[in-house]
């Protein structure tokens, strides 16, 4: 493989993370949520911090960023108890743009310079880059899908699901809206923050815009794309959204025109997602291996 | 014939709800469809209103075939229909809501007039005027949904379980009102109910409809006196209906 | 290979689209007229250019690519600072010499000795702003707006820090950085107004001091305005309109520039794409034309040798002025140019020679 | 005191441009509920089809009337399109699909009118005007007059004709509306039609206004109006209004006095927050 | 004297001027049908939304299970043993209706974050699950997304639900609204056994023959006040009652 692919694929793994996460929130739980780049950029953030200035290694600062992103989404979850829908959104949007926003212009976090020179991660004294930092990135996204799998199937993941539906009914069986809906939005950012720990140590630098509301557009539109509270869809949905600009790269000007109509035109005609319900793949899979289920 | 449907099917993805009824109303008459839950008459209600797509068949309005035409063309045709679990505008004002009910008619029918009188059938309408109809209880909104059909003068009424949700005064209220609108204004029903007796009671002909198709029907007094209804549908136990006999 | 294949990195969509254009027209035409000489050792030269939506990400990828599979001998970074600054490391790593076009983070070249910059640092054009504010607009109340980016800020420590070592005497009435995507400046200009300075220092892209300008001459504002290379396009004579008269600029492309180099740059680049060319342009013109001119002094196109040859680079006649060559850090040595608005059009106005100011 | 009256007259005229450009979209969303976010595609969109038709024919009206009409075909071409089939999807898939719809259409702007900024050089014809030692310049007057004009009509549209009885109908429940007689297909594209014909006018108002036209102008406006109508309280017209303008004097005081380091738009997310969670249901809105 | 399950006193909640419930006390045994009635409007579906939990009172208290539950939200009151139907249905719509029953069969999986982290899909939980459906009569749709069932199988629905979350008391709003005559005798035998099991049922109805049938005592409303309360007989003949809420009475319609 060579290192362009390798690059590639090590951007696909780690967005499959972050939008995992997203996933968790939006489609585990019902909270549509428009911010979930600024929980990337918070575990970036703390990372690059922990990294260089407070100079602990990746290993070190991992469980303390996970700690840290889980602690922000459950502060920055409240609002979702109070406002739902269209309102949430909205909300959440704002948060991305505030978080961005003092990114840029809090010189604590290197303001409009960004921070730069943040180590490699380091393995038994191994530099990892190249294709061992893709492996690594590969072994935490088998941990976060092991990790959404085992929450679809707790009780605590059913509650989500209950909540989602409709909350009145859900809190009548019992299900605390606040702690649940909460834990979605911990889980979800903690796994921004692992993806973020990882983007801030493949990249080496970063800055606030790396963290921008179109980030978190494109993080939804891979959930979206590949199929809303499926256990593979965001990977799926990183594949295909992160692989396919590249694609068209020979296109100079128009690639970008021309990938953004065949998004449009994948969420007109499928718009359940790509293995969500009645979808194309799940259709010919189910025509092909009568009787077993799609992955979903 | 006012109504005539032929070989209706009606189906949601793989579910086929109605698979091949026949049935026709006369300018006039009082038709009832009796049925289990999910035999398929929010279906076929659905599907005459044209709310539903109809898979294959036919339904003709006064001779004329309506299989394809949009539900509001329908709805100016004259056909209206009382949804089941009322379905308001929930944001809309009561006024309001009884407003949509005479859209695009407003130069054709004395709207005043007809407010009035309906006012009248159902008080808690004009106390409540102002009051969205998302706030209104279940009782109320079924009023409501009933009035919003009425204003309109419609020529032939769909109605999907009325009784739901009144209490025993206003269900008393509304089978008058529906017999009396039928017997003394020559309008045309077709009603959807549970309560089988109290809809066989007014009815002059009756369908009886299981599992998406119609498997008998005839004269409402001939159904109320049939052992298999009146076990079947009227909750009559053995000994009622043998003594019945 | 038989081609000898350069590299560059534009954004050619996405928000900084025009001046990825710019970019690649600019180039173009450099290309054409290297190969038009004949080439370089005997080779022809081969553009390799890929868009990189002004994105870190992309670029990173990009770069892996061109090293790996389009083997460039060097790299022009057409590009904004966070890309050029992703992969600035990467082409040092492999040895591969890259000029940042006008990318102006500091960090860019501090990924080591192969990385060079064409471009000035935002510490540099803010010291000749101040000198030139202080020195021949005599001014004594100062107000400063700068554009909330790297170089909005880098700039303004420049100004700053030239004012306080030599014109301690000059107060600064008022200063305030305000957002990139800002449109509306009036809150700004109307608290500037009220401190009633003689000179307003306006940072920022065409697209900013455009609207700055009128709005505040709109505003009955007399000051002089004074902007830097980013208002250096005919866009901003579009914009401001008539209120762009006796507005001033810092910049690195004097259009009034005897040389023919720059006149038949001009001259080509109006006929070829019917649109006036712009700084932006005029520095990745060089920054290729400065790799062209290396490869053949070194004779190979070996990277520490070309990185060499490109170090020693001496008084070379470039399309933003002479350039004298580079500090060890990799950091351009030019005279920075002064410009102002009059009659519809920028003209020479002074140049900034002093190598205190313009040595970075 | 002349300082703070000149900052609130800024504020005013930028409350009145987020005015413009939402009111428009009001319309939209509050018949769909969809987060239109391409409607700053149509108000771009709008901006270069007005410019067009001036540079063409010198005429402003004339431009805006092309506009009005390229924008209103526009914007049915993009409910009959998209939005209508994708209806019964949770708002998210529309969402997604009207960012797509966004993005391709700022390309295809930048496309066919290249990458560089356009500038609009009409005059709007309206008086200047001294207020209490304050200048109104005649482009803030033309913004105010023309965003009052059209607050004005889509107050008596919504509220006194039955055409605006029937697009609340609609917005509440498509289905039931159609069996009472509304053509609920024809009402939504006739409501896109009007607010993307508004959106054309705010284009070529703003594209005046700041002298500017270019592919990405309305990527700001994009989620800043929505904000905006989701504060004002779920497509309440008047609500739309009082939150720009709110938003507009807010965001003037904050910058000229408070000197929070924060930008524009950040400052507004962080009111519209507080807003919502003072308010969940918004400044204008009833649940 | 039985001991007293749900003990409501001079409750009330207004929404801005409306009284939709004016100081309404009433108790509720142990083992016991109550029967609560009143025409459209009264504030019945308010009272159960004040009990439940969905909303606060305006003023009074409500005692539940030994405790004052007003203004203890909805899950609490799960986790005390109260189960509700609604009387607009609120099924869980894209889960099947297996596992409609089975989020409800959770309460005290919910109690602590810790034990939320189990697994649901466990046998023993889905046998739980499929008993509860075949009680009600659903168990050929257990497979089916429930926001496709009609509306009958709905109702049954929730009464599976609420009888998965309480232990103490249910609450049945209007639940056999909208099912047919034959199918409504089985759910009343279900009620009444219900009963047997130690579970008290607080029920509104405007159906006379199940409400008359099953209630052991009924309290009427009517805007928002009680205005009568006693064994099903006595209010059946109370021509407050008649006059207000069965009208002429009698009638076959109103069974
Ligand atoms: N939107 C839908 N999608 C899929 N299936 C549906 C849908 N609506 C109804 N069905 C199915 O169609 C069948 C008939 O439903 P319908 O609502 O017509 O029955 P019904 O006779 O009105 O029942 P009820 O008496 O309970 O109201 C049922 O099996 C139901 O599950
Ligand atoms: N959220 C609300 N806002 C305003 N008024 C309300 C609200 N909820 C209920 N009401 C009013 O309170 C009164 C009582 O409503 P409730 O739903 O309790 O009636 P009900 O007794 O259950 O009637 P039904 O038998 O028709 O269901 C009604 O008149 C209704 O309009
Ligand atoms: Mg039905
Ligand atoms: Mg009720």
Redesign the pocket.
């Known amino acids: 493989m060579n290192a362009y692919v390798v690059t590639v694929a090590t951007l696909v793994a780690i967005q499959s993370i972050v939008a995992c996460g997203l996933n968790v929130v939006v489609g585990y739980a019902g909270q549509i949520s428009l911010g979930h780049a600024a929980f990337f950029g918070i575990g970036a953030y703390a990372s690059a911090l922990l990294t260089t200035k407070a100079g602990l290694t990746f290993w070190t600062a991992l469980p303390l960023v996970i700690a840290i992103t889980g602690l922000v989404g459950l502060l920055l979850g409240i609002p979702s108890l109070r406002v739902r829908d269209d309102f949430l959104a909205i909300t959440t949007i704002g948060i991305n743009f505030i978080v961005e926003a003092v990114f840029l212009y809090v010189p604590f976090f290197g303001g409009a310079l960004g921070i730069g020179g943040i180590p490699r991660v380091t393995f038994f004294h191994v530099k990892m880059k190249g294709l061992p930092y893709l492996y690594l990135c590969l072994a935490f996204l088998a941990l976060v899908l092991l990790v959404c799998r085992w929450f679809t199937r707790s009780w605590a993941g059913l509650a989500c699901f209950a909540l989602r539906e409709d909350e009145t009914a859900a809190a009548s069986m019992g299900i605390s809206p606040v702690r649940f809906k909460l834990l979605a939005f911990v889980l979800g950012t903690a796994m921004a923050g692992l993806g973020g720990a990882l983007y801030a140590h493949f990249m080496r630098f970063i800055s606030a815009g790396d963290f921008s509301f179109p980030v978190s557009v494109m993080l939804l539109s891979m959930v979206v794309l590949g199929g809303m509270g499926t256990l593979w869809g965001p990977t799926l949905g990183a594949v295909i959204l992160v692989s396919l600009p590249e694609l068209f790269r020979p296109l100079l000007e128009i690639r970008f025109l021309i990938y953004t109509l065949l998004l449009l035109l994948m969420i007109r005609f499928q718009p359940g997602g790509l293995l969500g319900e009645a979808s194309l793949v799940r259709r010919v899979f189910s025509r092909l291996m009568p009787g077993k289920e799609a992955p979903r | 014939m006012l109504l005539e449907v032929n070989r209706l099917e009606i189906s949601?993805?793989d579910?086929r709800?109605v698979h091949g009824a026949d049935f026709a109303v006369a300018e006039g008459e009082l038709v009832s469809i009796i049925?289990a839950?999910?035999?398929?008459?929010?279906?076929i209600l659905n599907g005459i209103m044209g709310l539903v797509p109809v898979r294959n068949g036919t339904v003709r309005f006064r001779g004329r075939e309506i299989t394809a035409m949009p539900a509001h063309r329908r709805a100016h045709e004259g056909i209206r229909l009382v949804p089941?679990r009322a379905r308001v505008f929930p944001r809309l004002s009561v006024y309001e809501n009884l407003l949509t009910g005479a859209y695009g008619l407003r130069k054709k029918i004395p709207l005043e007039e007809r407010l009035r009188w309906l006012y009248g059938l159902f008080p808690i309408l004009e106390e409540r005027r102002d009051q969205p109809a998302q706030t209104l209880s279940g009782g109320e909104q079924q009023q409501l949904a009933i009035a919003r059909a009425l204003i309109s003068d419609p020529k032939l009424l769909l109605v999907d379980?009325v009784s739901m949700g009144l209490m025993p005064k206003l269900v008393d209220q509304v089978f008058d009102l529906l017999q009396s609108l039928n017997r003394d204004h020559g309008l045309t029903i077709l009603l959807v109910e549970?309560n089988a007796r109290a809809s066989l009671e007014i009815s002059h002909r009756a369908y009886v409809l299981e599992t998406g198709s119609v498997v008998m029907e005839g004269p409402a007094d001939d159904l109320l006196d049939d052992p298999k209804i009146q076990r079947a549908y009227l909750g009559l136990v053995e000994e009622e209906v043998e003594r019945r006999q | 290979a038989d081609t000898l294949k350069i590299g560059l990195l534009a954004p050619l969509t996405g928000f900084a689209a025009a001046d990825g254009a710019s970019v690649l027209n600019s180039v173009k035409l450099a290309v054409e007229k290297v190969n038009k000489d004949g080439g370089i050792l005997g080779k022809q030269v081969e553009l390799v250019a890929y868009d990189d939506r002004a994105d870190g990400k992309e670029a990173v990828g990009l770069a892996q690519k061109l090293i790996q599979r389009d083997q460039v001998v060097g790299v022009v970074g057409g590009s904004y600072s966070t890309p050029s600054r992703a992969v600035a490391p990467l082409f040092q790593e492999e040895e591969i010499p890259f000029i940042a076009a006008y990318a102006v983070h500091p960090d860019i070249t501090k990924a080591g000795d192969y990385c060079f910059r064409n471009g000035f640092l935002g510490m540099v054009e803010g010291r000749a702003a101040a000198y030139v504010a202080v020195s021949n607009l005599k001014a004594k109340k100062i107000a400063l707006l700068t554009s909330d980016n790297d170089f909005g800020r880098t700039l303004a420590a420049g100004f700053k820090e030239y004012l306080s070592k030599n014109a301690p005497e000059v107060e600064l009435v008022y200063e305030q950085a305000y957002p990139f995507k800002e449109k509306d400046f009036k809150p700004y200009l109307a608290a500037i107004k009220e401190k009633n300075p003689d000179l307003i220092f306006a940072s920022g892209y065409y697209f900013q001091t455009g609207p700055i300008v009128s709005q505040a001459r709109e505003m009955g504002i007399t000051a002089t305005i004074f902007g830097e290379e980013g208002a250096d396009s005919p866009k901003f004579l579009e914009i401001a309109g008539k209120a762009a008269e006796g507005f001033l600029i810092v910049t690195n492309l004097n259009r009034d520039d005897p040389r023919p180099e720059v006149q038949e740059f001009l001259k080509q680049y109006r006929e070829r794409y019917q649109i006036e060319p712009d700084m932006v342009g005029a520095s990745a013109y060089d920054a290729f034309m400065l790799l062209c001119d290396a490869i053949r002094r070194a004779g190979k196109t070996d990277g520490a040798a070309v990185r060499d040859a490109l170090a020693a680079t001496k008084n070379y006649n470039g399309l933003t002025g002479v350039i004298q060559g580079f500090t060890p850090e990799g950091e351009v040595v030019k005279d920075v140019q002064v410009q102002i608005v009059q009659d519809g059009a920028f003209h020479y106005y002074g140049v900034v020679k002093d190598p205190a100011i313009i040595t970075p | 005191m002349h300082l703070f009256l000149e900052q609130l007259l800024n504020g005013v005229a930028i409350g009145s441009i987020y005015a413009l450009v939402t009111l428009g979209l009001t319309l939209v969303y509050g018949i769909l509920r969809i987060l239109h976010v391409a409607h700053a595609a149509v108000y771009t969109v709008g901006a270069y089809l007005g410019l067009l038709f001036f540079k063409m024919s010198g005429s402003l009206l004339v431009g805006c009337a092309g506009a009005m009409a390229g924008c209103a075909v526009l914007g049915i071409a993009i409910e009959r399109l998209v939005y209508f089939p994708l209806l019964k999807y949770p708002p998210y898939v529309p969402l997604i699909a009207s960012i797509a719809i966004l993005l391709a259409l700022e390309e295809v702007c930048r496309l066919v009118a290249g990458p560089y900024i356009l500038t609009f050089p009409a005059e709007l014809p309206f008086p200047s005007l001294n207020l209490l030692g304050v200048d109104i310049p005649s482009s803030v007057m033309g913004i105010l007059c023309i965003t009052a004009g059209i607050l004005a009509f889509l107050w008596f549209l919504t509220t006194r004709t039955e055409t605006g009885l029937a697009m609340r109908a609609v917005s509440q429940d498509l289905t039931i509306a159609d069996a009472m007689g509304i053509n609920s297909h024809a009402v939504v594209s006739f409501t896109f039609a009007v607010g993307s014909a508004i959106a054309a006018v705010a284009g070529i108002l703003v594209g005046i206004y700041y002298n500017q036209v270019y592919s990405t102008m309305g990527s700001v406006p994009a989620y800043k109006t929505l904000a905006i109508i989701v504060v004002g309280g779920l497509g309440s017209v008047p609500g739309a209004v009082a939150a720009s303008l709110l938003l507009g004097i807010a965001e003037t005081l904050l910058i000229g006095y408070a000197h929070i380091p924060l930008p524009r738009d950040a400052l507004a997310f962080l009111a519209m927050i507080a807003v919502l969670m003072w308010r969940s249901e918004g400044l204008f809105g009833s649940r | 004297m039985k001991k007293v399950l749900l003990s409501v006193r001079d409750l009330a909640k207004h929404f801005g001027g409306l009284r939709a419930v004016d100081g309404v006390s009433f108790d509720l045994h142990e083992r016991e049908i109550l029967g609560l009635l009143g025409p459209n409007g009264a504030g019945k579906t308010v009272c159960f939304n004040l009990i439940s939990g969905v909303y606060t009172p305006t003023a009074g208290e409500i005692h539940f299970a030994g405790i004052r539950s007003d203004g203890l939200p909805p899950h609490r009151m799960a986790a005390l043993g109260l189960g509700r139907t609604f009387q607009i249905v609120k099924p869980f719509s894209n889960l099947t209706v297996l596992d409609n029953v089975i989020v409800a069969c959770g309460v005290d999986r919910y109690r602590s974050l810790a034990r939320s982290f189990g697994g649901w899909t466990g046998a023993a939980v889905r046998k739980k699950a499929v008993e509860l459906l075949e009680r009600v009569g659903l168990a050929d749709e257990a497979d089916r997304k429930a926001g496709?069932?009609?509306?009958?199988?709905l109702r049954r629905l929730e009464i599976a639900r609420a009888l998965a979350v309480g232990y103490r008391l249910i609450l049945l709003d209007e639940s056999f609204s909208?099912l047919r005559e034959e199918e409504i005798a089985p759910l009343m035998d279900l009620v009444a056994r219900i009963r047997q099991d130690g579970i008290s049922v607080l029920l509104i109805e405007h159906n006379m023959r199940v409400a008359m049938k099953l209630s052991d005592r009924i309290v009427v409303l009517d805007h928002g006040r009680k205005i009568a309360e006693g064994l099903p007989g006595e209010v059946a003949r109370d021509p407050l009652v008649i006059e207000a809420y069965l009208g002429r009475g009698g009638s076959s319609r109103v069974a």
């Open positions: 949601y993805g579910v709800a049925g839950n999910g035999a398929g008459k929010t279906s089941e379980e549970q | 496709l069932l009609p509306l009958g199988h909208g």
